[in-house]
């Protein structure tokens, strides 16, 4: 089984950027199963000169709150280039199920990937452009002329391995969540034998900012996350 929660829990120069660059950007996220919450997301991205750091903090709601009452905590620091965000560090950390825990450490100099879990630390080669699973969702806005692509690749790590995320680009929607009616560039990976699929809507007026994330997994299972508040400060 594909770990959802990973994925969504577990994205300055001139005008070659989707949107303006920003120094603070504040958001907030609710994540549902089968139209349920089950948990709230807070984020918190801080520039500072060419350094960023990203702070997601997930807290469980409801019956989740009751059996798994710990929180998931991922931080993502790095520097921001004219291609936009390089992260440097990647921290994924269980309060409670620490197994679970995981870690990146990237050398861009010698193309070196550490990845840190539960089976140890080993080294990996570090694919060009490689974002982590939470500095990916902040990425968006640094792709230069999106909406005209066909399709992108992305590599993506969650510290425990390597994925690459091959995603097709499609008209622009409107999207209606918590915070409105939003204008959005739909992204979603290719057809594959089972159900598994990834979706995701970009909201265009904010910078092409994720505002709803779908994960189904072989089994035809969803996890939604949708944007319910956000802050950007330039």
């Given at each position: 089984?594909?770990?959802?929660?990973?994925?969504?829990?577990?994205?300055?120069?001139?005008?070659?950027?989707?949107?303006?660059?920003?120094?603070?950007?504040?958001?907030?996220?609710?994540?549902?199963?089968?139209?349920?919450?089950?948990?709230?997301?807070?984020?918190?991205?801080?520039?500072?000169?060419?350094?960023?750091?990203?702070?997601?903090?997930?807290?469980?709601?409801?019956?989740?709150?009751?059996?798994?009452?710990?929180?998931?905590?991922?931080?993502?620091?790095?520097?921001?280039?004219?291609?936009?965000?390089?992260?440097?560090?990647?921290?994924?950390?269980?309060?409670?199920?620490?197994?679970k825990?995981?870690?990146?450490?990237?050398?861009?100099?010698?193309?070196?990937?550490?990845?840190?879990?539960?089976?140890?630390?080993?080294?990996?080669?570090?694919?060009?452009?490689?974002?982590?699973?939470?500095?990916?969702?902040?990425?968006?806005?640094?792709?230069p002329?999106l909406?005209?692509?066909?399709?992108?690749?992305?590599?993506?790590?969650?510290?425990?391995?390597?994925?690459?995320?091959?995603?097709?680009?499609?008209?622009?929607?409107?999207?209606?969540?918590?915070?409105?009616?939003?204008?959005?560039?739909?992204?979603?990976?290719?057809?594959?034998?089972?159900?598994?699929?990834?979706?995701?809507?970009?909201?265009?007026?904010?910078?092409?900012?994720?505002?709803?994330?779908?994960?189904?997994?072989?089994?035809?299972d969803?996890?939604?996350?949708?944007?319910?508040?956000?802050?950007?400060?330039?």
């Amino acid at each position: 089984m594909r770990t959802l929660v990973a994925f969504l829990l577990c994205c300055i120069a001139p005008p070659l950027f989707a949107a303006p660059p920003a120094q603070h950007i504040e958001a907030s996220f609710e994540i549902s199963t089968k139209g349920v919450k089950i948990a709230v997301i807070t984020e918190k991205f801080t520039r500072i000169g060419n350094h960023y750091r990203i702070e997601s903090l997930t807290q469980p709601v409801g019956l989740l709150a009751m059996f798994k009452p710990g929180t998931l905590s991922v931080v993502s620091e790095g520097d921001v280039t004219a291609q936009g965000l390089r992260p440097q560090s990647f921290v994924y950390k269980h309060s409670q199920e620490t197994l679970k825990n995981t870690a990146a450490s990237f050398d861009w100099n010698q193309s070196n990937l550490m990845l840190s879990d539960r089976n140890g630390q080993r080294s990996e080669p570090l694919p060009a452009a490689t974002q982590d699973r939470l500095s990916v969702q902040y990425q968006f806005r640094y792709i230069p002329q999106l909406r005209e692509r066909k399709e992108l690749t992305m590599h993506i790590t969650n510290g425990s391995k390597i994925d690459t995320r091959h995603y097709l680009t499609h008209p622009v929607q409107m999207l209606t969540v918590p915070m409105g009616t939003l204008e959005t560039l739909y992204l979603s990976t290719p057809p594959e034998a089972t159900a598994w699929k990834t979706e995701i809507w970009l909201s265009v007026e904010n910078g092409n900012f994720p505002c709803k994330i779908v994960v189904t997994e072989d089994n035809g299972d969803q996890l939604t996350q949708v944007l319910t508040a956000l802050s950007i400060s330039q």
